[in-house]
Nanobody, 115 residues
């Protein structure tokens, strides 16, 4: 079984920062890709950022320069440092791990940015 557990969400004022963490456990030793998606009320889930096991990263245009994704392959953990947060960043943030064509999702953590 594979389990991904997110933490670090919360309420923050615009301009503030939060750091999300996602710990993976179970039978997969190392995901090929780990990443973060988000879903705001009434909107589709969208990619925020992802990172390969080799450290290559990709960001959505809306967060580039403000968010930083990183991972610790030993701890099987992925992080999302979010700076200069905006109200439009408000969403449920989901961690995802990709391995051999299959995606494994966490349950999500709420991020609310107040204006």
């Amino acid at each position: 079984q594979v389990q991904l557990v997110e933490s670090g969400g919360g309420v923050v004022q615009a301009g503030g920062s939060l750091r999300l963490s996602c710990v993976a456990s179970g039978t997969i030793v190392r995901f090929n890709v780990m990443g973060w998606y988000r879903q705001a009320p009434g909107k589709q889930r969208e990619l925020v950022a992802h990172i390969t096991s080799g450290g290559s990263t990709n960001y959505a245009a809306s967060v580039k320069g403000r968010f930083t994704i990183s991972r610790d392959n030993v701890k099987n953990t992925v992080y999302l440092q979010m700076n200069s947060l905006k109200p439009e960043d408000t969403a449920v943030y989901y961690c995802v791990g990709g391995y051999v064509g299959e995606n494994y999702w966490g349950q999500g953590t709420q991020v609310t940015v107040s204006s």
